[in-house]
């Protein structure tokens, strides 16, 4: 198994995946998917139903180079032809890890960005919660 697929194995494990078309979907609606996998042998209805999650969510779509019966080795089901990724971090870092990742340029430049506002806003929550529990909050309507 490469590190790719490893990687889709951890965030099961670490539930920041969603399986098949009704989860994917629901990720998608609430804004909480971050990248929508497409399997390379998905059926036409799938990718369909993928190219709508899309639209109505906004993840940007990637079509794995691998099988939905690899897909779903990775992720202990017997196929998974649709999963949508919750964790940006773990979306750039899966799509770094696939072969040959320069050829996903836009999709790179389109996560990257997002991992940044990520760990900015991860930063300042933790000096907010330091300022807390030392006492050093200031009011701004005094």
Do not use: W
């Amino acid at each position: 198994m490469d590190k790719a697929l490893g990687l889709l194995g951890l965030a099961r494990k670490g539930s920041r995946i969603e399986l098949g078309e009704e989860a994917a979907g629901g990720a998608c609606r609430s804004s909480k998917a971050r990248l929508l996998l497409l399997a390379s042998d998905a059926g036409e209805s799938v990718k369909h139903r993928a190219e709508y999650f899309v639209r109505s969510g906004k993840p940007p779509l990637l079509i794995a180079p691998y099988t939905k019966a690899e897909l779903g080795s990775a992720l202990g089901r017997p196929v998974c032809p649709i999963a949508a990724l919750t964790d940006v971090s773990l979306a750039l870092a899966f799509v770094k890890a696939l072969p040959e990742p320069e050829s996903y340029e836009d999709l790179l430049n389109t996560l990257e960005p997002a991992v940044k506002r990520v760990q900015q806003r991860r930063k300042e929550e933790k000096a907010h919660r330091a300022n807390v529990r030392r006492g050093n909050t200031h009011s701004a309507a005094r």
